[in-house]
């Protein structure tokens, strides 16, 4: 077996909710040490604990294999703990609002003039320049000022936002890429880099086919199209009714088409010029989606997907997320796992998406607890005495 990528690596994660963490997560999945680091009080994801228990499952989740501490940076001892971690660290996460470390005087200046191989990863709604820059920025804030929620809903009804937190995650995940990309220059350079992402821009490359739908038409913003694709360039594409919920069908190529007829036992639409090609069935939008919905309809969700399978249609069940948390493929996969939780009982958690051959799934691990590895860093990582680190628990720094 061989060892983890980034084991080695040690990084100062400042992460909160779900963008950073995701991407210390990530990191920690990839071998790195990585030392999470909250306020005595703890970070904000962990308050939900006062709304509800299972409120913490998110912390769950993307604090596997990470060491927590605390530090009170509005302390000069907190600050000075933090340059201290940022000195012997190779990365530094932090998503907080443009400026708040930089006014603490624990920015990405100060921070790298003690330690010029440090890469230092800033992810803000909106980013660190710009009119825009200081705007508050949460997941919903920002799928409604991108453009997410104008293009996600059907035609008559209201914007919606995307069911996930897609704003933090991906743009967490683009944290990751911009961290491992200044990994490797520093390789080759010995400097670090001060790497920064914008949650907003992140999320506009995926409006790759919404854009050309509003490059056809010029009389205005792209409309919303319920399930069917976003530039209304495919058909079918959709979700389509089964006796038992829904189904997902999309023809992307005339054989996908081709085969779906043979599985409806329709072969005999091939010839029907509304059919013909794709451009027709978008043509024909409605009586290609009414086609389809009437055999689903007839068939269970299983059945569905067995019969794409068979002839090799793009299809897929809509699953809600108790079937996905139990779901056989991605348990053997080792994405998911079960992990009797000391807070939470028995929870599913995730793994990294990301492989590496040779070096399996890291497996689960229980998130620690608000300050769990105070002594141990702050005496292993650091070098403070015992008697030290009593004095800085006294002195409300950790």
């Known amino acids: 077996m061989r060892e983890y990528p980034l084991k080695g690596v040690t990084v100062i994660d400042l992460g909160q909710v779900y963008q950073g963490p995701y991407a210390g997560f990530l990191l920690a999945k990839a071998g790195a040490d990585v030392i999470k680091v909250e306020p005595p009080g703890g970070e904000p994801l962990r308050a939900r604990e006062a709304v509800s ?67 230092y990863a800033s992810a803000t709604g909106y980013g ?59 390789e080759k350079t010995g400097q670090g880099r001060h790497v920064e992402i914008s949650m907003q821009e992140t999320l506009y490359p995926t409006f790759a086919s919404n854009l050309g739908l509003m490059t056809q038409d010029h009389d205005g913003a792209p409309p919303r199209v319920g399930n069917r694709h976003g530039g209304l360039a ?103 796992h079960w992990l009797d939780h000391s807070s939470l009982g028995r929870i599913v958690v995730p793994d990294s998406p990301i492989r590496f051959t040779e070096t399996p799934p890291m497996g689960a691990a229980e998130n620690p607890g608000l300050g769990q590895h105070n002594d141990e860093v702050l005496r292993d990582f650091l070098g403070i005495s015992e008697e030290e680190i009593n004095q800085l628990a006294e002195e409300g720094v950790i």
């Open 53 to 119: 228990g299972r409120a913490l499952l998110p912390m769950a989740m993307l604090n596997q294999h990470k060491r927590a501490i605390t530090l009170n940076l509005k302390t000069e001892k907190g600050k000075h703990l933090l340059i201290e971690l940022a000195k012997k660290g190779d990365v530094l996460i932090e998503n907080y609002a443009p400026g708040v470390l930089d006014k603490l005087g624990v920015g990405a200046d100060a921070l790298m003039s003690a330690n010029p191989r440090l890469v």
């Open 128 to 186: 660190l320049s710009g009119p825009e820059r200081d705007s508050l920025a949460m997941d919903i804030t920002v799928q409604a000022a991108s453009g997410v929620m104008s293009i996600t809903g059907f035609p008559d009804s209201p914007p919606v936002k995307a069911g996930p937190a897609i704003a933090d995650f991906i743009s967490g995940t683009h944290l990751y890429a911009g961290i491992v990309t200044a990994l490797f220059e520093r």
């Open 234 to 336: 495919l058909a079918p594409y959709n979700v389509y009714p089964a006796k038992d919920g829904y189904v997902s069908i999309i023809c992307i190529k005339e054989s996908h088409w081709g085969n779906l007829l043979k599985a409806m036992g329709r072969e005999d639409l091939s010839e029907d010029e509304r059919f013909s090609n794709n451009a027709q069935r978008v043509r024909h939008i409605d009586e290609t989606d009414t086609l389809v919905s009437e055999w689903t309809s007839a068939h269970t969700r299983d059945e569905l997907f067995e019969l794409a399978r068979e002839y090799r249609v793009p299809s897929a069940p809509v699953r809600d997320l108790v079937e996905v948390t139990h779901n056989e493929h991605m348990h053997a996969r080792g994405m998911l």
